[in-house]
């Protein structure tokens, strides 16, 4: 291994705000390089191997079956759906648990679905993929005139986030269904959305969110989901409509 020497600034003195720093002292050091190809330590390689198999078998693992493809494609897209309504489900669990009688609706993003589920056995990886990051699932309660803006959002957007328990359409630059729970918002009234953590800061901008109190649940949603598929060991994809935007431009 080749020694190199470097200069090492020990220390630098201002004598006034006009003054030039100066250099009162020098010390050599040796500067160390590691080598490109290290052997691999087979001690520690064989301490690691069982963890790194049992670690390998439980993300094999099948948790659950699908018939058809589960993708993003559309703006009613069945995995984004499906995700979405697990979202609401898992809400309206912790929300009867914790005194909220009801989840109104449940909102993500189709950008944080990261993988798609292809036809057969879903294992566990396969959520892991869907679903990389740590959000939590939280519940913003917004008064139904903030709630408003939700259907402006799609307005504006005409973004494929997937939705539950709302209906949304759209045409020539104006909403022509704003529902949620198959309703016309009352502006007095308070609703329940469950959303994830990210969202409610105003990720993907929706600040809408913003306006509203966020009641944090302490789960994540990557674990909602495996909970959820665990349950359902024939998935049985949606495929109802919930967003309609015409004439948006491709």
């Given amino acids: 291994m080749n020694k190199k020497w470097i200069l090492v600034l ?24 590691m080598a490109e ?8 390689k064989n301490i690691i191997a069982p963890y790194k198999k049992e670690l390998e078998d439980k993300m094999s693992s099948k948790i659950s079956y699908t018939s058809v493809d589960l993708n993003k494609q559309g703006d009613n897209s069945n995995l984004g759906n499906l995700l979405s309504d ?23 993003n189709i950008g944080g679905i990261r993988s798609t ?48 328990g709302f209906n949304i359409e759209t045409e020539g630059g104006k909403l022509t269904k704003a529902l949620v729970g198959g309703k016309k ?3 007095d009234q308070y ?23 966020v009641i ?5 949603l990557r674990d909602v989901y495996v909970e959820e598929f665990k349950k359902h060991p024939n998935i049985v994809a949606p495929s109802d ?3 309609i935007f015409n004439g948006k431009s491709k």
């Fill in 37 to 44: 190809n290290l052997p691999e330590d087979e001690a520690m």
């Fill in 241 to 243: 409509v919930r967003l």
């Fill in 117 to 164: 589920i292809g036809k057969g056995d879903i294992l566990l990886k396969h959520i892991f993929e869907v679903m990389p990051f740590e959000n939590e699932l939280v519940i913003v309660k917004l008064k139904g005139d903030d709630l408003e803006d939700v259907f402006e959002y799609y307005l504006k957007e005409q973004k494929n986030n997937p939705v539950t």
């Fill in 216 to 220: 944090k649940t302490g789960l994540k």
């Fill in 191 to 213: 609703y329940y959305i469950a959303t994830s953590d990210y969202l409610s800061l105003g990720g993907d901008n929706m600040w809408f969110f913003e306006d509203g109190e």
């Fill in 185 to 187: 918002v009352n502006e």
């Fill in 10 to 33: 020990s220390g630098l003195v201002l004598l006034s705000c006009k003054t030039n720093q100066q250099i009162i002292g020098i010390q050599p050091q040796k500067n160390f390089s």
């Fill in 86 to 108: 697990y979202t609401y489900d898992a809400a309206l669990a912790w929300g009867k648990q914790n005194g909220i009688p009801n989840i109104d609706g449940a909102i993500i």
